[in-house]
C-alpha cells in the first residue's frame, strides 16, 4: 500500500506508461493512474501491509504485456469520495478532526506507472514542499527533508498494517483501518480510528447499497450495534460501467482495543436484496503508557 498525492485529472498526453511491477516497492516519487478511479498521483511512502483475505477463490495475478498500447483505452470507472487523511487536532476536544486533501492510500495492483513530460505534473500545495527535482534520477523527483520530517513525526498515525477483504455474491469489501490517537475528554481517554471502505461489483448485474449495519464491539464486553441508510449519505450504485466505490469514515470508543464488522444491505435490478459481508477487523491502540480505558462510549460518524 502506498500514501499518496491525487489530482483529478484527463489522462491523454500526460507521459510515457511504464511496465507495472510484478513484486516489489514503487519509490518515493514515482507518477501513476488508479487503475480504477481514474486520478493520478505521486508515491510518497511505500509501505507493506498484510492482506487477510476471506474468500475461497483466489484469483492469480495476471501477467502485463510490455506494450502500452492495452492502456490507450484507460478510463475512470468508480467513484470516490474526497481523498484525505484525516488527523486529531486539540487534545482536549476529541471532535476536533482535520483532514489534508488529495492524500489517501492506494494498492499496488491499482498502480498504472508513467513517466511525466510535465515541469508540474500534480497540482497539489504540498508537492513543492515534499518533493524536489533531480534530473539524473528515476523517478526525477526526491523526498525533501519536510517530507521525511513530516513521515517521521506522524509515522504512527501514517502507516497501515492491515488489510481485510471479504466477497459475497460478486461484491467484493475491502476495509483498511488505521488508529489516529487518543485524547482526554472529561477525564477519559477517547480512542480514535479511520477506516476505509471500498467496495466493489465483480459481477456483471448492477447492485444498489440500501443500508449498512456495523456492529461495534470494544474489550471489556460491549457490544454496539448501528443501522442506517446507504454511506455517506450516498446509496451508490455500482454498475458494470461504475463498479467501485469508496468511501472513508471515523470511529471512537473510551476503550483502547475493539473490533467492528457487519454488512452492506445490497439491491439486484429485480428488486431483490442480499447482505453482503463486511470482514471483521480489529480496531487497535498503540498505546502509551499510563492509558486509562473508560467507558461504552462509542462515536461513529
Known amino acids: 500500500m502506498f500514501l499518496l498525492l491525487g489530482h483529478v485529472k484527463t489522462t491523454a498526453e500526460i507521459g510515457r506508461f511504464m511496465q507495472p ?24 511512502f511505500p509501505w507493506t501491509a498484510k492482506v487477510y483475505d476471506r474468500d475461497i477463490r483466489k484469483k492469480q495475478p495476471t ?5 502500452t498500447d492495452e492502456y490507450n483505452e484507460f478510463k475512470m470507472n468508480g467513484k470516490a469520495q474526497m481523498e484525505a487523511v484525516t488527523f486529531l487536532g486539540n487534545q482536549d476536544n476529541t471532535r476536533a478532526l482535520y ?10 495492483e491499482d498502480i498504472i506507472p508513467y513517466t511525466s513530460t510535465e515541469s508540474t505534473p500534480i497540482q497539489h500545495q504540498l508537492f513543492s514542499k515534499f518533493l524536489t527535482y533531480e534530473p539524473d534520477k528515476e523517478p526525477p ?14 509515522h504512527p498515525w501514517l502507516e497501515l498494517s492491515d488489510v481485510h477483504r471479504e466477497t459475497t ?14 485524547r482526554l475528554s472529561q477525564n477519559n481517554n477517547v480512542y480514535w480510528w479511520r477506516y476505509c471502505v471500498r467496495i466493489e461489483n465483480l459481477g456483471e448485474t448492477s447492485v444498489q447499497l440500501r443500508e ?6 470494544s474489550i471489556p464486553g460491549i457490544l454496539e ?8 449519505g450516498e446509496e451508490p450504485v455500482l454498475s458494470k460501467a461504475y463498479p467501485a466505490f469508496q468511501y472513508s469514515s471515523h470511529v471512537s470508543l473510551q476503550d ?25 477487523f480489529a480496531l487497535d491502540s498503540k498505546q502509551q503508557n499510563g492509558a486509562k480505558s473508560g467507558g461504552d462510549n462509542t462515536k461513529q460518524q
Not at 21 to 37: A, I, N, S
Not at 63 to 67: D, L, P, R, T, V
Not at 169 to 182: A, D, K, L, Q, S
Open 21 to 44: 511491477k510484478l513484486g516489489g516497492k514503487y519509490d518515493t516519487g514515482q507518477f501513476f493512474l488508479h487503475r480504477v478511479f481514474g486520478y493520478r498521483g505521486v508515491t510518497l
Open 212 to 217: 449498512r449495519h456495523w456492529q461495534i464491539y
Open 256 to 280: 483502547p482495543s475493539g473490533h467492528m464488522w457487519g454488512i452492506f444491505k445490497m439491491e439486484r435490478e429485480d428488486g431483490t436484496v442480499f447482505d453482503c459481508k463486511i470482514p471483521a
Open 63 to 67: 501477467q502485463k504485456s510490455n506494450n
Open 169 to 182: 455474491e460478486n461484491i467484493r469489501v475491502t476495509v483498511i483501518p488505521f488508529y489516529m490517537g487518543c
Open 141 to 154: 523527483f526526491a523526498p525533501r527533508e519536510t517530507l521525511l520530517a513530516w513521515q517521521e513525526k506522524n
Open 225 to 232: 450495534s448501528i443501522r442506517g441508510r446507504g454511506v455517506v
Open 99 to 108: 483532514a489534508i486533501p488529495g492524500l489517501d492510500y492506494v494498492a499496488h
